[in-house]
Nanobody, 115 residues
């Protein structure tokens, strides 16, 4: 079974930064737009940032100007640089494709921002 493996989460104070990484199997990563999603307690999973296979990006309004998504096509890895973090960014962060059918979800990485 193919797996997405997210890492880089942690506990950070408001205003701090984190860099998330997601290693994806080539069968998922190649030629696919990839995205970071997040799910806060009691809320639905939402798309945070997306990047096409050629590097075009799109962001949710709530993270525009603070988060930057990027990818390394040689390493089948997608990144999320998160700056100026806010308590409302607290969630489990996942990566996956943009287009359906999505791959099986990985375990995610917990991001906790304290005020």
């Amino acid at each position: 079974q193919v797996q997405l493996v997210e890492s880089g989460g942690g506990l950070v104070q408001a205003g701090g930064s984190l860099r998330l990484s997601c290693a994806a199997p080539v069968s998922i990563f190649s030629f696919n737009a990839m995205a970071w999603y997040r799910q806060a307690p009691g809320k639905q999973r939402e798309l945070v940032a997306a990047i096409t296979n050629v590097g075009s990006t799109n962001y949710a309004d709530s993270v525009k100007g603070r988060f930057t998504i990027s990818r390394d096509n040689a390493k089948n890895t997608v990144f999320l640089q998160m700056n100026s973090l806010k308590p409302e960014d607290t969630a489990v962060y996942y990566c996956n494709k943009v287009r359906h059918p999505l791959a099986s979800w990985g375990q995610g990485t917990q991001v906790t921002v304290s005020s």
